[in-house]
T-cell receptor, first 111, second 110 residues
Framework: EAAVTQSPRSKVAVTGGKVTLSCHQT?????MYWYRQDTGHGLRLIHY???????EKGDIPDGYKASRPSQENFSLILELASLSQTAVYFC??????????FGPGTRLLVL | GDKVKQSPSALSLQEGTNSALRCNFS?????VQWFLQNPRGSLMNLFY???GTKENGRLKSAFDSKESYSTLHIRDAQLEDSGTYFC????????????FGAGTQLIVIP
């Protein structure tokens, strides 16, 4: 079973502050993804990566940056957090186009 | 419009009964994935399907790529089956990227 961990599990941030969400996977998957989920809704793709040192924009990249320093690690960065970025953030990994394995999620509250 | 439509959007089941969830695609889906998000928020893989069927315990899923739909059958529903079920299909040539449905919220009642 794929192991994907996220930190922190929850965070309260102030508007305009910088937030970094971290994701770590231990299954040698090349593909990693960041999604956000708003209450009562499905998942929307923010950024993804096929390989270390390279990231791609997803469907809603505005206001977010991503970093993939190694195969195992994928970070999501909010340089200037805004109220509208309050959500639950999920990281996932997959081997090619195979099953995506999700982390436990990070609850972010921006005040 | 929605590339992946799930139905119903919400469902209540009596414990011990059976039901089926459906996913219709307006894209040429080649595979489908089903996930369960439990009430605590964790997302779990249920199935990864090429055209055909798979079964795991009380869950069975079928995927018909020609008719562009997939179903998830729940047999003898238990309280722990409660949660939101999502289906997803690949976005054509966009490697690894998925179209997600909006989900079916299932509540199993004792």
């Amino acid at each position: 079973e794929a192991a994907v961990t996220q930190s922190p599990r929850s965070k309260v941030a102030v508007t305009g502050g910088k937030v970094t969400l971290s994701c770590h996977q231990t299954n040698n998957h090349d593909y990693m993804y960041w999604y956000r989920q708003d209450t009562g809704h499905g998942l929307r793709l923010i950024h993804y990566s096929y390989v270390a040192d390279s990231t791609e924009k997803g469907d809603i990249p505005d206001g977010y940056k991503a970093s993939r320093p190694s195969q195992e690690n994928f970070s999501l960065i909010l340089e200037l957090a805004s109220l509208s970025q309050t959500a639950v953030y999920f990281c996932a990994s997959s081997e090619n186009q195979d099953t995506q394995y999700f982390g436990p999620g990070t609850r972010l509250l921006v005040l | 419009g929605d590339k992946v439509k799930q139905s119903p959007s919400a469902l209540s089941l009596q414990e011990g009964t059976n039901s089926a969830l459906r996913c219709n695609f307006s894209i040429a889906a080649t595979t489908v994935q089903w996930f369960l998000q439990n009430p605590r928020g964790s997302l779990m893989n249920l199935f990864y399907l090429v055209p055909g069927t798979k079964e795991n315990g009380r869950l069975k899923s079928a995927f018909d790529s020609k008719e562009s739909y997939s179903t998830l059958h729940i047999r003898d529903a238990q309280l722990e089956d409660s949660g939101t079920y999502f289906c997803a299909a690949p976005r054509g040539s966009a490697l690894g990227r998925l179209h997600f449905g909006a989900g079916t919220q299932l509540i199993v009642i004792p």
